[in-house]
């Protein structure tokens, strides 16, 4: 059975990142392949970004380069931008990278991606990171 292709939301992948977070677990699933990571150049601009600014530079190279050095990683090149979030149009590329990927789920926290439950067309499965963790341990 091919892993699951997904997209992990930038506020995951800090909460994954840590060994005391709870939610290491989604990032040792991720080194050990048991998913795809579907990515964009832009969203792993936005990873390192964040990473540097919250955390600090030198995990965030490390991280993006943990990444990019991965089987397991899509590089998506997305041709078609839905602008399908109108409240944070920045999360956009999420949701690009995740029609253009087939993904089957988007990992997030974040509540502005709640709007895509609502649009039939293109289907999007949106997941917080406690049913993305109990999906990795069923």
Known sequence: MRPDRIVLDTN???MAISARNKYHQVWQSFLAGRFVLCVTNEILEEYEEVLAR???PHLA???VSAI???ANVCMVNVYYKFALISQDMDDNKFV??????SARYIVTQDRH??????IDFPKINIVDIDTFV???NG
């Open 12 to 14: 995951c992948l800090i």
């Open 54 to 56: 919250n955390i600090n």
């Open 61 to 63: 190279q490390n991280v």
């Open 68 to 70: 990019l050095n991965r």
């Open 96 to 101: 690009d990278c995740a029609i253009a990927a």
């Open 113 to 118: 991606f709640d709007i895509l439950k609502e």
């Open 134 to 136: 109990s999906y990795l």
